[in-house]
């Protein structure tokens, strides 16, 4: 006797559910065409790195055995890039209020709090991404460096072999005229796939998928530590 009953409150919780999801997809839409999206999360990253590295470069400490906070002073640009990432939101639907577009979008999508939540949602996620993929980027370059530092164990031969492999694909890139092979190379590459984390519009266009594009860098990552690892054990010190 209980069944019947259940069967609409099933099909209740289905229709919120593509509607949920309907909405999401509409501002995620709405987010990634405007130009300003993808200028306001490059502006944020440049100018925090930035910052924090000018702040890095001007600290001094001239007290016997200070030891100035090196991670603070590297999280210094946060409170620069935090007003691009403030502007960022409040535009993502203020300009729908200076357009009169709102009235098109709770014409569409009546539930106003379901249409606030997915702009929360897309927000969040977008400045997230290319926030944290960003430290997971430097986080995995760093360990690249220390696997082939450990395996060649001359600093300056380190460096060298470092950035090399991270700028030669992207030179020979600008030098092949074939783009499938262009593609390809950009796909195998270090820094190359691996930045593909800092995109935000225009997805479709990238060689891999931002998260992809950071598996790829992963993957150099690991193979540095297990051959650094491998020589580090076998070999004299």
């Given at each position: 006797?209980?069944?019947p009953?259940a069967a609409?409150s099933?099909?209740?919780y289905?229709?919120?559910g593509?509607y ?6 509409a ?5 990634r ?5 993808g200028?306001?999360?490059l ?5 925090t790195?930035?910052?924090?590295t ?10 016997r055995g ?6 603070k002073?590297?999280?210094?640009g946060?409170?620069a890039?935090?007003?691009i990432?403030a502007?960022l939101a409040i535009?993502a639907?203020s300009?729908e209020y200076?357009?009169a577009?709102i009235?098109v979008t709770?014409?569409a999508?009546?539930r106003r709090?379901?249409?606030l939540?997915?702009k929360a949602a897309l927000?969040?996620g977008?400045?997230l991404?290319a926030?944290?993929?960003?430290v997971l980027?430097l986080?995995?370059?760093a360990l690249l460096?220390?696997?082939v ?9 380190a460096?060298?072999?470092?950035l090399?492999l ?6 020979v890139t600008?030098?092949?005229?074939n783009?499938?092979?262009q ?6 590459g270090?820094?190359?796939a ?10 479709s266009?990238?060689p891999?998928t ?5 598996g790829?860098l992963a993957?150099?990552?690991?193979g540095a530590?297990?051959i ?6 076998l070999?004299?010190?």
């Amino acid at each position: 006797m209980s069944l019947p009953a259940a069967a609409p409150s099933r099909a209740r919780y289905t229709g919120r559910g593509r509607y949920g999801s309907q909405t999401l997809h509409a501002e995620w839409t709405k987010l990634r065409t405007l130009a300003s999206t993808g200028w306001l999360l490059l502006g944020a990253a440049v100018l925090t790195v930035a910052v924090s590295t000018a702040a890095d470069a001007a600290a001094t400490c001239s007290a016997r055995g200070c030891q100035p906070d090196s991670a603070k002073l590297t999280l210094t640009g946060v409170q620069a890039g935090q007003a691009i990432v403030a502007v960022l939101a409040i535009l993502a639907i203020s300009n729908e209020y200076s357009t009169a577009m709102i009235r098109v979008t709770l014409t569409a999508m009546p539930r106003r709090l379901t249409v606030l939540a997915a702009k929360a949602a897309l927000v969040a996620g977008l400045v997230l991404r290319a926030a944290c993929g960003s430290v997971l980027y430097l986080t995995l370059m760093a360990l690249l460096s220390l696997g082939v530092a450990t395996a060649v164990r001359e600093s300056a031969v380190a460096i060298g072999l470092v950035l090399g492999l991270l700028y030669v694909f992207p030179v020979v890139t600008s030098v092949i005229g074939n783009q499938h092979w262009q593609r390809h190379l950009e796909q195998i590459g270090p820094m190359t796939a691996g930045l593909d984390i800092q995109a935000t519009v225009n997805l479709s266009s990238l060689p891999l998928t931002p998260w992809a594009g950071l598996g790829v860098l992963a993957l150099w990552a690991a193979g540095a530590l297990i051959i650094g690892a491998l020589m580090f054990c076998l070999r004299d010190a």
